[in-house]
């Protein structure tokens, strides 16, 4: 464990509870947390992971355009669902997005766990587009990919960053229990 990896976990649990509590701020502290973990990744040959991260300092930045933009009454963006369709359209993505970067990443690459990594960077891009929209399903499919970046945390000897994951597990359940809880959500 380094100093990198306990600063960056100690950003990256205030910058989901801020978005578990649908604070803005969140956003702008997970970008700082993103690029410190696309250079422990890096270090640690989990390359879809950096590439993850590097994208994700995109989504952060879409995030929070999302949530700061006015509309609804001025309020900001408002918790929603997904309709069946679009929840199966993403999660068709997220698996091809999996495929192809795991077939790149386990042909051009050494990474450490290709396919598993590529894997949760797929359907991570899908959670965090539907963090970003505040789509409800964001929380459920947070939960299980968090389980299981656990385990691959544990396996790569990132400790810190295991147990954060195990704390995001945690805050995912408590994001899902609250924004189903939303009035927005009612409507």
């Known amino acids: 464990m380094s ?12 910058a989901v509870w801020l978005t578990v509590k649908q604070n803005p701020w969140g956003w702008p502290i997970g970008l700082v947390m993103v690029l410190l973990y696309t250079w422990i990744f890096f270090d640690v040959k989990l ?23 006015r509309g609804v009454a ?7 669902s997904l309709g069946g369709s679009a929840l199966l359209v993403s999660l068709g993505i997220g698996a091809v997005v999996s495929l192809a970067l795991g077939a790149a990443m386990a042909h051009f690459t050494d990474a450490a766990q290709p396919w598993l990594d590529a894997t949760l960077t ?14 409800v ?38 994001g899902w229990r609250d924004w189903r809880a939303d009035p927005a959500l009612a409507r």
């Open 74 to 80: 001025l309020g900001g963006r408002q918790v929603t």
């Open 3 to 14: 100093g990198l990896e306990l600063f960056a976990a100690a950003l990256g649990v205030v």
């Open 47 to 69: 390359y879809s992971d950096m590439l993850l991260q590097v994208v994700y300092a995109v989504l952060q930045l879409y995030g929070w355009w999302q949530w700061t933009r």
């Open 137 to 174: 399903q964001c929380w459920p499919l947070w939960i299980v990919l968090d389980v299981i970046f656990v385990g691959l945390f544990i396996y790569k000897e990132l400790y810190l960053t295991a147990a954060l994951y195990a704390l995001f597990t945690l805050l995912a359940v408590q």
């Open 122 to 135: 797929g359907f991570s891009l899908v959670a965090q587009v539907w963090m970003a929209q505040k789509r």
